[in-house]
T-cell receptor, first 116, second 115 residues
């Protein structure tokens, strides 16, 4: 069974600094997708970034980038130049095929605090 | 456009009430999902609709009844709920567009309180 582990329940960073959120996963599939979602206090789940497992190049979206290590089954998120609006719960998610349907397996989340 | 809308934003209901949650998107979807999320926890999958047919029911109690009337709309009918059903209910959609078909886009959720 696929599992996703986020080992940091909480993280904090100074505004304008860089922070890295960790995520590891377990799977026997060779082709899959990984995602980071952000959930601010408004509770809307917002897609931050996605990575296709067959691509060796790490995905980047503006200040957000990932370090995807397929062999190590690691998928960390780096946020550069942290802003107050980045404060949120961040969920790492793995897209698996279960019972013939695509399903997301979520980690437990990391709550990120930005200190002004 | 990957927008998913949900109504209402907030809902308070008694245990004997019948209510419905609505989810709408205009992306043309491959699949639509209902999730339940408790505070400080990740979303838990409830139902999956693939091409408007129910494909997964994660052993959800029958007091929750999903419906997909057309390719843009997903409903969740609620009846005889319990206080422990109070949670944020999230809808998600996977678009038909090939380059986005592996990604779920979420609506803003309905915060449900059962008294």
């Amino acid at each position: 069974a696929q599992t996703v582990t986020q080992s940091q329940p909480e993280m904090s960073v100074q505004e304008a600094e860089t922070v890295t959120l960790s995520c590891t996963y377990d799977t026997s599939e060779s082709d899959y997708y990984l995602f980071w979602y952000k959930q601010p206090p408004s509770r809307q789940m917002i897609l931050v970034i996605r990575q296709e497992a067959y691509k060796q190049q790490n995905a980047t979206e503006n200040r957000f980038s990932v370090n995807f290590q397929k062999a190590a089954k690691s998928f960390s998120l780096k946020i550069s130049d942290s802003q107050l609006g980045d404060a949120a719960m961040y969920f790492c998610a793995y897209r698996g095929i279960i019972q013939g349907a695509q399903k997301l397996v979520f980690g437990q989340g990391t709550r990120l605090t930005i200190n002004p | 456009d990957t927008e998913v809308t949900q109504t209402p934003k907030h809902l308070v209901m008694g245990m004997t009430n019948k209510k419905s949650l609505k989810c709408e998107q205009h992306m043309g979807h491959r699949a639509m999902y209902w999730y339940k999320q408790k505070a400080k926890k990740p979303p838990e999958l409830m139902f999956v609709y693939s091409y408007e047919k129910l494909s997964i029911n994660e052993s959800v109690p029958s007091r929750f009844s999903p419906e997909c009337p057309n390719s843009s709309l997903l409903n969740l009918h609620l009846h005889a709920l319990q206080p422990e059903d109070s949670a944020l209910y999230l809808c998600a959609s996977r678009p038909r567009l090939a380059e986005r078909s592996d990604t779920q886009y979420f609506g803003p959720g309905t915060r449900l309180t059962v008294l």
